[in-house]
């Protein structure tokens, strides 16, 4: 979807199984850069272990590149929200929901703007 749009993408191969914080997807447009960590899903929930987000920012930073989660619900599409907009659970992990991609996410299409 990225490339279709003049971006240049570089996918991590083996992303999360390194031991080594690195996102699936980099991607940049004139000076913008992404760093997108991508989650396929059928339920409408999505928890993330708080060391996945913690990795995600910590090689955002390292890297100069903005940290987002793209997440694809079944049927529905694609949806893309930075961390700091998850919610934290009290046993320490982060969710989102739906409801809430849809309030305080971006489409694709606004996250490329």
Known sequence: ???????HVVR?????????PNP???????????AIECKSLSAENKYFKEQEIKELKEFSKKF??????????????WYFIQPHKLNKTKSSYYS???????????????LIK
């Open 64 to 77: 100069g590149a903005e940290p987002w989660l793209a997440l694809r619900f079944d049927n529905i599409g």
């Open 24 to 34: 699936d997807l980099i991607a940049g447009k004139d000076s913008r850069i992404l």
């Open 12 to 20: 991590s191969a083996g992303s999360g199984s390194i031991g080594l």
């Open 96 to 110: 989102i929901s739906l409801e809430e991609i849809k309030r305080k996410g971006l489409n694709f299409k606004d």
């Open 1 to 7: 979807m990225l490339f279709g749009k003049r971006w």
